[in-house]
């Protein structure tokens, strides 16, 4: 559905290459901190930016062979872009109609009265809620084959994202062939919408893992000095030294339950694999 191999760019501060793979039917997750590239690589990824190296596949196409028409078959949603704030609703629907030649104005239109869309009320006017599930509508609204949404919970209240979860959860079950990739610094989104997970630190990926495995398999020890060098570390990722000893992150949690009774074992979160990842060391 989308495979990117070695996305390159160069800023003065910053240099990406990234490498990652959507298949048909999965919504993969893109986490990362403020900066990691999450945002460079959606855009390169869209042309949006000029890339310095790198191939990146959509729908079976070389982006560089990508059409007008093929475009069509996206839905995008860029945390920095959205509709001019003079227009309304109405005008929006216009709008896309001739955009898309699959634009579905029955379905925009009930799940703009779902989401609470005022139609003749200007979009300058909208609240960040609003703004964020027009957005979405706009992207789930022709038929797209791949989504691509960066950031499209971020200042939503619980109501507000749950809303739009529930609406790309809808837009997976209608076709099974659909994909999306989404990026989002909140982790519930992602433990409850994705399949798997990338992360992506100072512009390279750095972990990859089914969100089931992630959730099931992966556990961070506590132990104290003296249980850290006993540890058997084969299974240990990153591990580093905290006020009570040594916090280490593992995906071999049955292994370290089964083999080391006597240690704290808890279970891990996608934020503390974050934090571990970045934070901790290397074995």
């Known amino acids: 559905m989308l495979k990117i191999e070695h996305l390159k760019k160069t800023y003065d501060n910053f240099s990406l290459d990234c490498s990652l793979r959507i298949q048909p039917g999965a919504v993969t997750g893109l986490i990362g901190q403020n900066g990691a590239g999450k945002s460079v690589t959606f855009k390169a990824i869209l042309g949006l930016i000029k890339a310095d190296g790198g191939k990146v596949t959509i729908l079976g196409k070389d982006i560089q062979d990508f059409s007008v028409k093929d475009k069509q078959r996206l839905g995008v949603v860029l945390s920095d872009s959205g509709f001019s704030g ?3 609703v109405r005008d929006v629907i216009s709008i896309l109609k001739n955009l898309y030649e699959t634009f579905d104005q029955k379905f925009f239109m009930k799940q703009a009265q779902k989401f609470g869309l005022p139609m003749n009320k200007k979009i300058k006017e909208f609240s960040t809620g609003m703004k964020a599930k027009l957005k ?4 789930i609204s022709h038929k797209a084959k791949l989504l691509i949404l960066d950031e499209p919970t971020v200042g939503l209240d619980v109501v507000a994202r749950d809303e739009l979860l529930e609406a790309l959860r809808e837009f997976m079950e209608e076709e099974e062939d659909r994909s999306i990739l989404i990026s989002s610094h909140i982790s519930s989104d992602l433990e409850t919408l994705c399949d798997d997970l990338y992360m ?5 990926i750095i972990f990859h893992e089914d969100t089931d495995v992630l959730l099931s398999d992966y556990a961070l020890l506590k132990v104290n000095d003296s249980q850290y060098a ?4 084969q299974y240990i990722l990153r591990h580093r030294k905290e006020n009570f000893g040594h916090c280490c992150l593992t995906n071999q949690k049955q292994y370290y339950l089964d083999n080391f009774p006597q240690i704290a074992i808890e279970k891990g979160t996608v934020d503390e694999v974050i934090t571990m990842m970045i934070r901790g060391v290397e074995e």
């Open 86 to 88: 003079y227009l309304d």
């Open 136 to 139: 979405v509508l706009t992207a």
């Open 200 to 204: 992506i630190h100072d512009g390279k």
């Open 230 to 233: 006993a540890l058997d570390k």
